[in-house]
């Protein structure tokens, strides 16, 4: 498979400290390139690890220049044994060190799974807070690159329902850079959920801003209709909801940024304020996180509601062939679709 990128280059001949400006305009593959030679120089403890990270920069060039700048003690290649490495950055976390391990693609994560459930979301809580790990898991994530079905799966799902795991899932440059450096600077475990289909979408990166975990934000104003979305599904909806502007219609978009701890206060306020919701996801819908957001909105917004609150999702099937993929993703016509079944009425108070 080929794919395009923007390489994320570094001199090695020249292995400069990165420049000290606070704002640039630069790609998510290059904020999250900052951001990891970021933390690496700002403490000790970090390392980067994993398949094809050290000379190569990693299949999507994240790592780029990262080995060539701080060497391989802070930035190296590893076996392809997906458990091998998240079981070692259990051992450095246990000791000290703050790694930050790379997945190369969504469903290669997978052989890794126990190691993730059983002892990274666990450690925490099995030495009653004696032993905890400041542990990252980055994990390209979603489709809309012309992959393969193991190279374009959604797992948030599995990560969120699992307790002792914090989810993060950026849709701009600047909180892939200023998350990622939350992540990394937590105490405890976080799975990085990094949409593929995002990495070469440019926007302003100020390196200066903290970002908090667990916070959501709202990407667009509206009075109407609320559309609750994370990921690379924040600009379908932003697409979706610049069209309904052009049809008098007023559309809220929130990012939800951080899967697990969600941000109930933010979510429900911004639902309450407009009385109808859909939430858009890439992943199937069947026991998905839309599921839960659908319910948690459900249950704390129903007085409010004017209609039921929708889903618009990938559907319950393993992900489509390149070709198909644009058939199987959500789009701004299904977003569009959605919003025309809350229930909403004409000059004459008539259901349109």
Request: aromatic share 6%; charged share 20%; with cysteine.
């Amino acid at each position: 498979m080929t794919i395009a990128h923007e390489d994320v280059r570094v001199d090695a001949a020249h292995p400069e400290s990165p420049t000290t400006s606070t704002v640039q305009t630069m790609t998510m593959a290059a904020a999250l390139n900052r951001a990891l030679a970021d933390a690496i120089e700002a403490d000790d403890a970090v390392v980067v690890f994993g398949e094809d990270v050290g000379a190569l920069g990693g299949v999507f060039r994240i790592t780029d220049g990262l080995t060539a700048r701080y060497g391989e003690d802070r930035c190296f290649d590893t076996p392809l044994a997906e458990s091998g490495i998240v079981g070692t950055a259990v051992g450095m976390a246990m000791n000290g060190m703050r790694p930050v391990v790379e997945m190369q693609f969504d469903a290669f994560a997978l052989p890794a799974f126990e190691q993730i459930v059983s002892h990274v979301a666990k450690m925490g809580n099995r030495t009653r807070g004696a032993v905890r790990l400041p542990m990252v898991i980055r994990i390209p994530t979603g489709g809309g690159i012309g992959g393969v079905e193991h190279h374009c799966d959604s797992s948030e799902a599995y990560y969120a329902h699992t307790p002792g795991l914090t989810v993060v899932c950026p849709s701009t440059p600047q909180d892939a850079y200023s998350l990622l450096r939350a992540a990394i600077a937590s105490p405890d475990p976080v799975v990085f959920l990094e949409p593929k289909k995002l990495y070469w979408t440019k926007g302003e990166v100020d390196t200066s801003v903290v970002a908090e975990i667990g916070s959501a934000r709202i990407a667009r104003a509206g009075t109407d209709v609320t559309l609750i979305s994370y990921g690379s599904s924040v600009a379908t909806c932003l697409e979706a909801a610049e069209i309904a502007a052009g049809e008098g219609r007023s559309v809220q978009v929130v990012d939800v940024r951080t899967l697990t701890p969600f941000d109930d206060a933010t979510v429900t306020a911004a639902v309450r304020s407009t009385g109808r919701a859909v939430v858009v996801a890439e992943a199937p819908g069947f026991a998905s996180v839309a599921s839960e957001i659908q319910s948690r909105v459900f249950e704390r917004c129903f007085e409010f509601l004017e209609a039921p609150v929708r889903r618009v999702t990938g559907f319950d099937a393993p992900y489509a062939p390149p070709k198909l993929e644009h058939w199987y993703l959500p789009d701004a016509d299904r977003v569009l679709d959605a919003i025309d079944t809350l229930h909403w009425l004409d000059e004459h108070g008539e259901e349109a």
